[in-house]
């Protein structure tokens, strides 16, 4: 396992809430977040998204307060490009330059570094992956699953302390599943995963369980991923969806 983060890396929520149009989707959340492997798990619409969100300054807490090594990611956005780094479920929602090297090279822009430098950063990085080839092809020509890569690069390329991973292996076959899964294993950035599939846990050492919009559970991998897979099953057997309304 990966050396532990510094302390200035932590991640703390004080009675965190965030609502639109009065619709409350996350509440009163308190949680102090250290831990290297950390998993967040719930139903669709349990708010596990928005808690990413939330956790990576894209949003602002409506009400209560988020942290990240002390300061507050939705209002202090720079700083933040070295401490936190999200890949979206979606690659095609990230990706905003036509060639990988823009892409690449965005992020490394954003922190500083002139056009010359930031351009031998993305030769390196390429070249550490065995990818130099990619560094002039238009990111139409890549598949899926390379996009996706290429959004995971984008995000190491800027070396954030901790990563948040919103279904990272959502539409991916097997073999490309197993390659991020391993390059995901390698990394010594903290890593925060929303996931559908417990397996994809093995190994974590934290789980959290979202359920409308507030913790159910919170604490070691083994127990809650077999509360929460009892659930799911009750739920399956009497009919998940029969308690919504048209």
Same mark, same amino acid.
């Given at each position: ?6 302390? =200035? ?26 831990? #290297? ?21 894209? /949003? ?10 002390? +300061?507050?990611?939705?209002? @202090? ?17 990230? /990706?905003?330059?036509?060639? $990988? ?11 500083? +570094? ?31 699953? #390379? ?7 984008? $995000? +190491?390329?800027? #070396? ?11 539409? +991916? ?7 991020? @899964? ?6 010594? #950035? ?6 559908? =599939? ?8 934290? $789980? ?16 809650? $991923?077999?509360?929460?897979? =009892? ?5 399956? =057997?009497? @009919? ?7």
């Amino acid at each position: 396992m990966p050396s532990p983060l510094p302390d =200035d890396s932590s991640i703390t929520l004080t009675d965190a809430s965030f609502a639109v149009a009065g619709r409350q989707i996350l509440g009163g959340l308190t949680l102090h977040l250290t831990e #290297q492997r950390i998993g967040i798990i719930g139903r669709n619409g349990s708010g596990k998204s928005t808690f990413l969100r939330l956790v990576a300054g894209l /949003i602002a807490p409506t009400t209560g307060s988020v942290k990240v090594g002390g +300061l507050a990611p939705a209002s @202090d956005r720079k700083a933040m490009l070295a401490r936190i780094g999200i890949l979206f479920q979606n690659p095609d929602h990230q /990706i905003i330059f036509p060639t $990988v090297g823009e892409e690449l090279a965005f992020g490394l822009r954003q922190q500083g +570094l002139d056009k010359a430098a930031a351009t031998v950063q993305v030769q390196a990085l390429l070249a550490r992956h065995g990818r130099s080839h990619w560094v002039a092809q238009p990111v139409t020509a890549l598949s899926q699953g #390379q996009r996706h890569f290429l959004c995971l690069l984008a $995000v +190491l390329a800027m #070396q954030p302390g901790t990563i948040l991973l919103d279904e990272p292996f959502a539409g +991916l076959d097997l073999p490309t599943q197993a390659r991020l @899964d391993r390059t995901l294993a390698s990394l010594p #950035q903290r890593l925060i995963l929303i996931t559908h =599939d417990p397996k994809a846990l093995a190994g974590y050492d934290r $789980v959290i369980w979202l359920e409308d919009g507030r913790l159910r559970a919170d604490g070691p991998v083994g127990p809650i $991923v077999a509360q929460f897979t =009892d659930e799911m099953t009750r739920l399956g =057997d009497v @009919d998940a969806d029969t308690d919504l309304t048209l």
